[in-house]
């Protein structure tokens, strides 16, 4: 009976981790996403796990299962929104559209048009605080079009809209519609604020977004180190890499004595490993799915990556212009022609290359960039590549 119970026991544990990593990868499932059935299941120890170390909500019924995250600071640009389809990121109009179809869509009936969503999109777009701000849109154009269609995706993509019918890249055309069901449950649970917006007088954007992240302080020193630990397992589960020297003095003492009970707790439930530096404290993933931005992968960007991430290894310490970065690809580009793109050999295509894989290796807080110069991080180093060394036979 006893090998039966273990047996019971490590089913139990392993559907619960699936959980987990399934609601960290994405905080909003619906019934018809894979592992749904899981974390209701589980429902009862993930809530309590999560509300004890990290302070997020779960909130679980029959239709979704929400993990309201609270990032530990709002100031990371390094993780954009993304095209679902062409994976490009989002600039500052397309996320005003974003925003601007939320809203819409809080005032649609069930079911609504793209071409409706657009109308309605066009009307709050044309507020003189937008226009003022330099914010332009009016459906003008196969550019705009493929904007709003973006936009559509993600909402699909974050189960917002459901496709009836029709196609979007025949609304990119102008030759057809398309026919969304709005999914009002979903819809009301995007939002993870503290306080609702319109609660808030401030009229700085920084100041808004401040006030809606910002928790309640803590009265107790039990409240204080509860908040403590919050923030850093937060930041564990979130952040490719925790440096020490990010953090405040208590921090770093508590983050001393208690290290080992948090990453016990993260790795009991996610599975996740940590590596210990002296530099900072990472939780690595085995399972490699807990990511949007991989390292080392496969394909031209990838390799382009890892090779600049090599040569900026080899000169930690010291600043490096991003000049220098397009020197070594184009140099890169010649000596892998046999097995990288063709296009990345033309004139130029050396600075979009480098522009990616800055990008990735800033996201992965490998490196750090001031306008053109960028300077590795410590956790670089394990891409450091040293010189071989040759042993004569006996």
């Known amino acids: 009976m006893s090998g039966l119970t273990d047996a ?13 990593r399934a609601l960290l ?18 429902a009862p120890v993930l809530r309590d796990w999560f509300e004890r170390n990290t302070g997020w909500h779960l909130v679980v019924d029959s239709e979704m299962a929400r993990l309201a995250k609270a990032v530990a600071g709002p100031g990371d640009a390094t993780h954009p929104a993304r095209d679902v389809k062409s994976k490009q990121a989002f600039g500052r109009r397309r996320y005003v559209l974003v925003c601007l179809a939320l809203a819409a869509l809080s005032r649609a009936e069930a079911q609504i048009t793209l071409g409706r969503l657009a109308e309605q999109v066009v009307l709050g777009a044309a507020d003189a605080r937008l226009t003022g701000a330099g914010v332009v849109f009016q459906l003008e154009g196969r550019e705009e079009r493929a904007d709003m269609v973006a936009v559509v995706r993600l909402l699909m993509d974050i189960g917002v809209l459901g496709r ?5 890249d025949a609304f990119v055309k102008d030759t057809g519609d398309v026919l969304y069901d709005v999914r009002r449950r979903v819809l009301g649970a995007l939002l993870t ?12 954007f920084g100041e808004r977004l401040a006030a809606s992240t910002r928790e309640l302080p803590p009265t107790t020193d039990d409240l204080r180190n509860q908040r403590i630990r919050h923030h850093l397992t937060r930041r564990l589960l979130e952040e490719p890499v925790l440096y020490y020297a990010e953090l405040d003095e208590v921090e770093r003492t508590y983050l001393q004595g208690q290290r080992a009970a948090i990453t016990a707790r993260i790795t009991e439930l996610t599975g996740l490993v940590a590596e210990v ?7 690595v993933d085995p399972y490699d799915d807990l990511t949007d931005v991989r390292m080392p992968e496969s394909g031209t960007e ?13 000169r930690a310490g010291r600043d490096v212009p991003v000049e220098e970065i397009h020197d070594l ?15 990345v050999a033309d004139p130029g295509a050396e600075r979009v290359l480098a522009a ?19 300077t590795a991080r410590p956790a670089l180093s394990r891409y450091g590549v040293a010189e071989p060394t040759i042993q004569e036979p006996l």
């Open 8 to 20: 019971l026991a490590a089913s139990r544990a392993d559907e619960s981790r699936r959980a987990a």
């Open 25 to 42: 990868r994405r905080p909003l499932l619906r019934q018809s996403d894979d592992d749904f059935v899981l974390v209701r299941r589980h």
């Open 164 to 168: 009836v019918a029709g196609d979007e």
């Open 193 to 204: 604020a503290s306080r609702g917006p319109s609660t808030i007088e401030a009229t700085d």
């Open 277 to 283: 530096r002296a530099e900072g404290l990472a939780m």
């Open 302 to 314: 990838g390799h382009a990556t890892l090779l600049t991430a090599e040569y900026l290894a080899s």
């Open 329 to 343: 690809l184009r140099r890169k580009a010649v000596e892998h022609k046999g097995y990288w793109r063709r296009d």
């Open 356 to 374: 990616t894989a800055l990008a990735r290796l800033e996201a992965l807080r490998l490196i750090a960039r001031v306008g053109d110069v960028v």
